[in-house]
């Protein structure tokens, strides 16, 4: 009787351990709804689906619930989203969006266990944008991007100017002179250059002219300085000669269709246009080259990113899919494939083609001043820049002088800091 | 008693419990978050943060932004314009095309009313490569032929006239298509009758049709006027409210300041100043019409 008793006791915990076995294997392959937030601004696509397709394959357990937004929206949705307490496992955000959402973001630390060499995978200017107030890092970095020039070869040659050449040195006074005789030397071409609508692009002019948006320790606002005026009265001064289209920022037309069609010069953009421009540019060359200097030279540091959310439902499958993101293979293959910089230092990636324009954007991106960075992580200045936007534009127009401008966005903008 | 009770429920608790559905949706879609709204604008609040209560200075603040009634007078401005151009073209495509004596009139009010039927984002990028300075297809032909090119919108005072002509549009097929039911509701019989009597087409149409079709003119004034008032899509997608703030209404402001700003009380206030405005609007219609349907 004992001895049965016994058996059936080492039986019965038997039983338990294999079920118990069974629980823990059934729950590590429980499926999982990963809910991603996502947007597209190019020919990216293809790329990201072969990442997370690598990923689905090693988690065969893991479904992802794709929600495409429009770039216009995007930020709108996903704040939305968080202060609605539902944010979405793993979002796509750009430096822009990383300023508002940043303290929204689970941080990196917490699922890693040596959070020092995960950083020093990245490029110093992506951790800094990727780290918040209490110096965690809160996003994975997928690309870098930098703002620069690039320009129509075809139509500097027609000119007989040798653009590789003299962008080596040129200033904005040199340029003015250069691009006249670029568009009278092209019957089509009806302008000089294009700059996106968007301050951030503007802040390229701003930057290589002396000027800044906030203080030094970025405390406060500080708009309202000689390098931010000067630029103002030199962004008007080429509208009002028509080396600029006024279409752009005071009609809201797309620069880079401008630049595509001929119609003019240069386009001030992000690096992102590399890729829309060697797949779409095919009626004459083009490339990228240094700007012109102003006080200094000056590109803007920008990226995009891959985070996952304080309370995200399924953090776990989340730090997972980012991981597959920013891993040395996937980020070489997606450099590669959407002809954009990496943002891990140990990338190596060669293009099918364009790698000099590449080169370019870097090299203007590492004469960059450091500060430019932390003032497009900082959180109040992404609430002012719409304003900022809308007073340039009133300069432009005539209806308020370059000082008085700087005066409004430091009075409104003091209220945000 | 039993009869008495049975007819109340047919006279009062019947027509109650159908309209009980739409009721609930519109206390809970309509009602609430005007409420909410109403609330917010009282307070300090990011989409972030907590709110914090601060009484009127949302209100005391409003009245000194520029930039609020520069968009106020813009509303005010598009929407006269935009309303009164659509009551005269919606009413005279409806009187064109109301009798069936034209050929091909089902065409006709088809092709009149697609415009209705499209998004406003869909018709403002079409717009957009229509009268674009640069890009667009008018001022291509315009420089083929010698031309400039015109600013339609890079200049603030053509930006908004050409905002306010693809509104109307854009929206005219819908009220024609309300115009032609109130048309073909009058009797025809007073058509003869004024006919016979020798009345000039100006007379029959002052006498008889403006006369009949007030209350459809009231319904087409309300719901063009609240419908200009909120415009948003259209005016984003063709001038993004420019060249600087020619063409930004109060919509857009509510959006900016509220999104990009991030100051949901602040624009809570802008918002019920807006609905406090159509309110007014939509009162003064009916009590104009209604005085004017009381003397007759």
Avoid at chain 2, 50 to 69: H, I, K, M, S, Y
Avoid at chain 2, 240 to 268: C, H, N
């Amino acid at each position: 009787m004992k001895k049965a008793t016994i058996v059936t006791l080492i039986l019965l915990m038997l039983t338990t351990a294999v079920f118990a076995a069974g629980t823990k294997e059934a729950g590590a392959q429980k499926d999982v709804t990963l809910s991603v937030l996502w947007f597209n601004d190019g020919d990216e696509s293809e790329v990201f689906l072969e990442t997370m397709d690598d990923y689905l394959k090693a988690n065969p357990h893991v479904r992802l619930d794709m929600q495409i937004i429009a770039y216009s929206e995007y930020d709108q949705k996903l704040k939305l989203m968080i202060s609605g307490g539902n944010p979405p496992d793993v979002a796509r955000i750009t430096t822009n969006t990383l300023s508002v959402v940043v303290d929204s973001l689970e941080p990196i630390d917490n699922h890693v266990t040596d959070i020092e060499a995960v950083k020093q995978q990245y490029l110093p200017s992506m951790v800094a944008f990727a780290t918040n107030d209490k110096g965690e890092f809160v996003a994975y970095p997928t690309e870098a991007t930098a703002n620069g020039m690039l320009v129509n070869k075809t139509a500097f040659d027609r000119a007989g100017i040798d653009v590789a050449e003299v962008s080596k040195t040129w200033t904005w006074d040199e340029w003015e002179t250069i691009i006249k005789k670029v568009i009278a030397a092209n019957p089509t071409m009806r302008y000089g250059l294009a700059v996106d609508f968007t301050p951030h692009r503007f802040s390229t002019l701003l930057y290589q002219f002396g000027g800044h948006f906030l203080n030094a320790d970025q405390t406060n606002i500080q708009f309202n300085n000689p390098g931010t005026i000067d630029t103002l009265k030199w962004f008007k001064h080429v509208h009002d000669e028509g080396l600029v289209p006024k279409s752009v920022w005071l009609g809201s037309e797309n620069p880079a269709e401008l630049f595509q069609a001929g119609l003019v010069a240069g386009h001030i953009g992000g690096s992102w246009n590399i890729n829309t421009y060697n797949t779409n540019v095919k009626d004459f060359e083009w490339m990228a080259v240094q700007c012109p200097k102003g006080v200094i030279n000056s590109s803007v540091p920008g990226g995009k990113f891959i985070a996952s959310f304080k309370g995200a439902k399924n953090q776990d499958e989340a730090f997972k899919l980012m991981a597959a993101f920013a891993d040395k293979q996937h980020n070489e293959q997606y450099a590669r494939g959407t002809f954009n910089i990496p943002s891990r230092n140990d990338a190596e990636v060669v293009y099918p083609s364009n790698s000099k324009d590449f080169e370019v954007f870097l090299e203007d991106l590492k004469v960059t001043p450091a500060f430019t960075a932390d003032e497009w992580k900082n959180t109040n200045l992404s609430k002012i820049t719409t304003y900022i936007r809308e007073q340039i534009v009133e300069v432009l127009l005539g209806n308020v002088t370059a000082e008085q401008a700087v005066r409004n966005v430091d009075q409104k903008g003091a209220a945000y800091f | 008693m039993k009869r008495g009770t049975k007819g109340n429920f047919h006279q009062t608790l019947a027509p109650m419990l159908f309209l009980l559905p739409n009721m609930l949706i519109f206390g809970l879609f309509i009602i609430v978050p005007a409420v909410q709204g109403l609330r917010m604008s009282f307070t300090e609040w990011g989409v972030f943060t907590q709110p914090r209560f601060v009484g009127l200075a949302n209100f005391r603040e409003l009245a000194g932004d520029a930039v609020f009634w520069k968009t106020f007078t813009n509303t005010l401005t598009y929407s006269f314009f935009t309303v009164l151009l659509i009551m005269i073209y919606s009413l005279a495509l409806a009187m064109m095309m109301h009798k069936n004596t034209i050929k091909g009139e089902q065409v006709f009010r088809s092709i009149f009313y697609i415009p209705s039927l499209l998004s406003m984002i869909s018709v403002g990028i079409a717009w957009r490569f229509i009268l674009g300075d640069e890009m667009g297809i008018i001022n291509y032909l315009i420089r083929l032929m010698g031309g400039n090119g015109v600013r339609w919108l890079t200049d603030g005072k053509l930006a908004m006239m050409s905002i306010i002509a693809v509104s109307v549009w854009a929206q005219s097929g819908y009220y024609m298509v309300i115009f032609i039911a109130g048309l073909q509701a009058i009797p025809n019989e007073l058509y003869e009758a004024a006919t016979i009597d020798g009345a000039s087409n100006h007379e029959i149409f002052r006498s008889i049709t403006l006369p009949l079709l007030k209350s459809t003119l009231l319904v087409v004034l309300v719901l063009s006027t609240i419908a200009s008032f909120k415009a948003y899509e259209l005016i984003t997608v063709m001038t993004k409210g420019g060249p600087g703030y020619a063409t930004k209404l109060i919509v857009q402001q509510v959006y900016q300041v509220a999104f990009l700003e991030d100051r949901m009380g602040y624009a809570s206030a802008m918002s019920m100043v807006l609905m406090l405005i159509i309110s007014l609007f939509t009162i003064i219609q009916f009590k104009i019409t209604g005085k004017e349907q009381g003397h007759e």
